[in-house]
């Protein structure tokens, strides 16, 4: 029963965190809506969408959470507040519409697409731009289609890599209850991605492709790309480079994926964190007696052996600060980390640990705390709420105060959370 009580302590305080994320909502609905300019000073970034997600009733949403019948593509610019005005890492979102382009990201353009004019559009943007590199995004769980677009749109400005920008988007609910359906979207979305990714290799205006995968976006990525491995016998060659942050997913099967791609598989780069409470929560969802992939100790055995015999390159962001109280987004939200990704991917150069610059503040932590934590969270919120994104906060209040008051209720019942983990998962 104390230890009850104390997993009630420590949930009920996450829980707290998480409700004070939730607050903080505020972006309104359509950002996707076009403004008429831009204003000096302000940058610009021109991106190519491919999604499976259906159209939104809202034109200013473009497209829902919901699964569409056949990939769709975008022909997207977003402008970003002029450097001097915001910090690197960060999203900008507007408080009310149309938004100020002097302080906001706002969208210049949204106009959607067949797949011949994608095509050409790439083309054309290869062309008058002299950029030959592509960069692949999959975005995590919890993200709204415009998450996606801001985030890339940030993504690519920060690292200032020199790639023509390919978003691909999944369905996300864009809710933190929704683990369940984002995991199975993936799912639903693997052959897409394995399509794009393979007409993008077969494009000869392309020189070379990186895909930067975050959180679950990593689960569609490797089965993507396994599926491509065992249909054609191997990996598109263009396909250069991987960079998979923080990503959700089994390390068994992780291992399956990296075998199947066989030995000429794309250069991997590995963006691990131990006090990534998201993943650890993810770990107590599926039940898994393994660590996700995203939160491993890259220097105990066996994954320092395994990662050196695999060639994967490690970058430990442990004792960096998240921008996210969960610690699941810190590949995006750190100056240093965004300015490394544009140098390192813009010069084909792999990502470790030694080449960073950083190693007074890249350390090893134990995996323990992180599972303690996670632990923690999972019994008291369910498990879906706790696996979020860190942009992605506008469902959060709602949702967690009424999960708040289902767990004072139990508490008042006395239930000892220890050993009714179905009653605190609210009967999943």
Not at 50 to 74: H, V, W
Not at 102 to 108: C, E, G, R, S
Not at 124 to 138: C, D, E, I, Q, W
Request: hydrophobic fraction near 45%.
């Amino acid at each position: 029963m104390v230890m009850g009580v104390l997993v009630r302590g420590r949930s009920l305080g996450i829980l707290l965190v998480a409700i004070g994320l939730g607050a903080c909502a505020g972006t309104p609905k359509g950002v996707l809506a076009p403004v008429a300019a831009t204003v000096p000073g302000a940058s610009k970034v021109d991106m190519l969408v491919a999604t499976t997600r259906k159209t939104a009733a809202n034109p200013g949403e473009m497209y829902s959470g919901d699964r569409g019948p056949a990939l769709s593509y975008a022909d997207i610019t977003v402008s970003i507040p002029p450097d001097a005005i915001r910090q690197p890492g960060t999203v900008q979102w507007p408080k009310e519409l149309p938004g100020n382009p002097a302080t906001d990201f706002v969208t210049l353009k949204a106009e959607t697409l067949e797949r011949p004019e994608a095509a050409a559009r790439l083309r054309r943007s290869a062309a008058r731009t002299g950029k030959r590199n592509v960069l692949v995004f999959v975005h995590g769980f919890n993200n709204r289609f415009e998450d996606a677009v801001y985030r890339f749109a940030q993504i690519v400005h920060d690292t200032r890599a020199d790639v023509v920008p390919v978003l691909f988007t999944w369905p996300s609910r864009g809710s933190v209850l929704a683990y369940g359906y984002d995991r199975e979207s993936t799912n639903y979305s693997r052959n897409a991605l394995e399509g794009v990714l393979r007409r993008l290799a077969q494009n000869p205006e392309v020189g070379e492709i990186t895909v930067l995968a975050h959180s679950m976006g990593n689960w569609l990525v490797l089965e993507s790309l396994r599926q491509m491995a065992i249909r054609d016998g191997k990996v598109a060659p263009k396909i250069r480079d991987v960079v998979l942050a923080a990503p959700d997913v089994d390390v068994d099967l992780a291992r399956e994926a990296f075998r199947d791609m066989g030995p000429g598989r794309p250069r991997l780069s590995l963006f691990v964190s131990q006090d990534d409470n998201a993943l650890a929560v993810s770990r107590l969802v599926w039940g898994s007696s393994g660590a996700r992939l995203g939160a491993i100790d890259p220097s105990t055995e066996p994954y320092r052996s395994e990662l050196a015999r695999e060639n994967i390159a490690v970058l430990n962001l442990t004792a960096m600060k998240g921008e996210d109280a969960l610690n699941h987004g810190k590949f995006a939200g750190s100056p240093q980390l965004v300015a490394l990704l544009g140098n390192r991917l813009a010069q084909g150069q792999t990502i470790t640990d030694s080449r960073v610059g950083l190693s007074d503040r890249i350390v090893q932590m134990t995996a323990g705390a992180a599972a303690t934590v996670g632990t923690a969270a999972g019994l008291a919120v369910s498990a879906p709420v706790a696996v979020v994104d860190a942009q992605s906060r506008e469902t959060y209040g709602e949702h967690l105060r009424n999960l708040g008051q289902g767990i004072g209720d139990t508490a008042e019942g006395a239930v000892d959370l220890a050993t009714a983990p179905a009653r605190a998962l609210g009967g999943r």
